[in-house]
């Protein structure tokens, strides 16, 4: 059963861990997921971003799916289904698919557009026990065909949009979705320091997680990250294990072409990617 992120990233919060969001591309991405979540007793939080989902037939495909794998790899930790980076269409039509959780974007609108699709989203998520993430001050990198350069949020609008009573907050503070160039700058925690003041207990949401040194992973935790995003890196570690079994010719060896032989090496590789930012993230056995 899909639940919403709030008590996992209320507990999270208070307790000073993160539970991560990983990214699912597929079936072999969900279950290698999930099935780590519950060999280390964590909570996860499964994102889909609105490409994945239409990747993968739609949103209620994505959903019936994980719903269906969770019943059938007997999964007992918490689970929430979240939609990343959605526009306003998007999250309303996660919410019908039967998703646990939506992320509404609106950082790219001006700052009163921003708060007041926030606000209606606020009321059709709590009037359904959904959890709802919203955004303030792009994030870098590219999301989706956007690209930005890693920008500060202002803490004053934070607060505007964590006063609306989203569950959390995604804020930039420098951080850059996919690799970090070589001349990044590192994460602004005077600019995180200043949010966490003005928002209190209000979860924040780190995106861009693949690449930013664990120091800065556990000050962020510090001040009030409680959820960190990770995508880039399954995805890096998935096609290196892939690339190596073909290159050592194990596709060509007896039945090695089959794709259940062939994908397993990029599972495993992912299971080993989850498990080691669980540990960093410091969710293992909080389930």
Not at 5 to 34: D, H, P, R, S
Not at 62 to 67: C, G, L
Not at 184 to 196: K, N, P, R, V
Not at 235 to 243: G, V, Y
Request: hydrophobic letters at 40%; proline letters at 3%; charged letters at 25%.
């Amino acid at each position: 059963m899909l639940v919403s992120a709030k008590e996992m990233l209320t507990k999270a919060k208070a307790g000073k861990y993160a539970v991560g969001q990983f990214n699912i591309n597929n079936l072999e991405w969900t279950k290698a997921i999930l099935l780590t979540a519950q060999e280390q007793n964590s909570p996860v939080i499964l994102g889909v971003s609105e490409g994945a989902g239409k990747y993968m037939c739609g949103f209620k495909t994505v959903a019936d799916m994980v719903k269906a794998m969770i019943d059938d790899l007997g999964i007992t930790v918490p689970v929430a289904l979240h939609l990343d980076h959605g526009s306003y269409e998007g999250a309303k039509k996660c919410i019908e698919a039967g998703f646990s959780s939506v992320m509404f974007d609106g950082s790219h609108y001006p700052i009163e557009e921003n708060i007041e699709k926030t606000k209606e989203l606020v009321a059709t998520c709590d009037s359904l026990g959904l959890s709802l993430e919203a955004e303030v001050g792009s994030i870098g990198g590219e999301e989706d065909g956007v690209v930005g350069a890693g920008e500060c949020a202002d803490p004053e609008e934070c607060k505007m949009i964590a006063d609306l009573g989203i569950t959390m907050l995604a804020a930039g503070i420098g951080n850059i979705h996919g690799k970090y160039p070589a001349n990044w700058a590192g994460l602004s925690f005077d600019t995180l320091d200043a949010i966490q003041q003005l928002t209190g207990d209000m979860p924040l949401v780190l995106h861009g997680g693949t690449g930013i040194p664990a120091d800065m992973i556990s000050k962020a935790i510090s001040l009030g990250v409680s959820k960190i995003n990770v995508n880039t890196e399954c995805q890096l570690s998935f096609a290196e294990a892939t690339r190596k079994y073909i290159e050592e010719g194990k596709d060509l060896q007896g039945k090695g072409f089959d794709p259940r032989k062939l994908l397993a090496p990029g599972v495993e590789a992912i299971k080993a990617t989850v498990k080691e930012k669980m540990e960093l993230f410091g969710s293992v056995g909080k389930a």
